[in-house]
């Protein structure tokens, strides 16, 4: 188990064996740049966070009996995405990019698990967002309420602060950068620190 950061945990396995014996799928996940600039003219938005993302998404049942996993003398198998598999975010990206493809590019951008709905106003948004949750919904997709923003003039997106025209490095990534306190020899000696979510 894994802890996330709103202090939930993530069950994880080590798929490497199936990973490298996995053929890698091709379906594009969006550059953040040309996300950045679908949104730099939007005036309102709203982030809508999928609960558990993956596991709203039932496995192909041919594929399930390959992620067997032995837990206290028993055997399991997901019967659901799970975190890990080489293959979940393009698949993930590739259905909820279909899910709402009628409004991708017009008023709904998709990252994965992270969906940005955008407007120039509120009439405008307050359509917009009804159009994605209605569709998410008839599909069978939960939305986690706790993650989402609504009704917002700026919004925070993939590491990102947008609106009013600007993207902008959120101060608390910045202050943590400032206060990092480098690894001295010996003592930390080669550990690395991952600052790409930063």
Partial sequence: LVSK?????????????????????????PHTQDLYNSLK????FS????????????MNALDEEKTGLIAQDRCYQWKVLPFGLKNVPFTFQ???????????????????????????????????????LQ??????????????????????FLGFRIGNGKMSIPQQQ????IDFENPKIGQNYGHSTDLSAV
């Fill in 174 to 177: 910045i202050r943590e950068v």
């Fill in 47 to 58: 982030k809508i966070y999928l609960e558990a993302a993956y596991h709203q998404v039932r």
């Fill in 94 to 132: 590739k259905i909820v990019q279909n899910v709402l493809k009628e409004f991708m590019s017009q008023f709904v951008l998709v990252y994965i698990d992270d969906i940005c709905v955008y407007s120039d106003n509120e009439e405008q948004y307050l359509r917009h967002l009804r159009c994605v």
């Fill in 5 to 29: 950061p709103d202090g939930s945990k993530r069950f994880c396995i080590d798929f490497c064996q199936l990973n490298d014996n996995t053929i890698k799928q091709n379906f594009p996940i």
């Fill in 41 to 44: 003219e939007a005036k309102i």
């Fill in 135 to 156: 569709r998410l919904t008839e599909v069978g997709f939960f939305v986690n309420l706790k993650k989402c923003q609504f009704l917002k003039s700026e919004v925070s």
